[in-house]
């Protein structure tokens, strides 16, 4: 059973990323798709930043490498989006998409150190059962919070409008929202696994090196072009993905020593003799 704290602590973070949501989705309905994908390309760099802030983390080298070459390889990849302006946008609205991605991209930064500090701050081991709750509570309040935001747009009333104007038919249509709903919680336990596992940080790079094998998938599934603004990013992804991998192989490849405690070892020389005076009265 998930103690209470870790419940509070699972329902704040779920609600931040319901909130995270409608930003992306509100700020994509102002901006055109390149300018969205750039800002969202920076979510790494707030992971990484909010990382050393709210857990500590600690950057080597490989590590901050390979941070700067997947934050390059997502803005070169956000570069080469095309995108117009939406029709009827107004430039106070646009302003107002620009700060909510950017805002967006930050809360998710956000979430994933909040995630590793919920686990450190658990009274009892994080098990499997616990993960699968944590998911469960934050998904719950993440879902409630996009659920009163359609509510108060009334966008309840458009998804039958949408599903019968859905080009491949109304049933793909629903299908299609199932399959999304259960692959992306399938995805947040993952992520889950893997901050637990790992860190934030790392979390924060996988979820980055996704990006350009997108565009990979989308050259299978919908025969585009695969050009050289394409495989530049996912080269920088790569790089940056192994760089990251180096460096901790060298890390558990060279332990720190240990560091012995003087009162720590007068304290064993004590049990020792205790012990060995608890033998020598016990022989006949």
């Not at 209470?4 to 973070?13: D, E, G, M």
């Not at 893997?194 to 565009?215: H, K």
């Amino acid at each position: 059973m998930m103690e209470p704290k870790l419940f509070i602590y699972s329902a704040i973070i779920g609600a931040v990323m319901g909130s995270d949501n409608y930003m992306y989705s509100a700020g994509l309905f102002y901006l055109p798709v390149s300018t969205s994908s750039l800002l969202s390309s920076t979510q790494l760099a707030f992971t990484a930043i909010f990382a050393f802030i709210i857990v500590r983390q600690k950057f080597t080298f490989y590590s901050f490498n390979s941070v700067v070459l997947m934050t390059l390889g997502s803005v070169v990849l956000a570069l080469n989006t095309s995108g117009d302006k939406p029709p009827g946008t107004t430039q106070q609205q646009y302003y107002l998409g620009f700060f909510l991605t950017l805002a967006g991209a930050a809360l998710a930064g956000l979430c994933m150190p909040l995630i590793e500090l919920a686990y450190g701050k658990s009274s009892k081991p994080i098990t499997y059962s616990v993960v699968m709750q944590f998911q469960f509570v934050l998904s719950l309040f993440s879902t409630l919070v996009c659920m009163i935001g359609m509510a108060i747009n009334n966008d309840f009333k458009v998804i039958p409008r949408e599903g019968r104007n859905f080009g491949l038919g109304e049933r793909r249509y629903y299908f299609l929202i199932v399959a999304t709903a259960i692959v992306w919680q399938l995805l947040n336990v993952g992520f889950l696994g893997i901050i637990y596992c790992t860190s934030s940080l790392f979390a924060g790079i996988f979820n980055t090196c996704l990006l350009p094998f997108s565009q990979v998938a989308a050259t299978i599934a919908f025969h585009e072009k695969f050009t050289g603004q394409k495989g530049m990013p996912l080269a920088l992804c790569l790089w940056g993905f192994v760089t990251y991998f180096i460096g901790e192989y060298k890390k558990t490849k060279n332990p720190h020593p240990i560091a012995y405690d003087d009162n720590a070892e007068e304290l064993k020389e004590k049990l020792d003799r205790l012990t060995d005076s608890n033998t020598t009265e016990g022989k006949p």
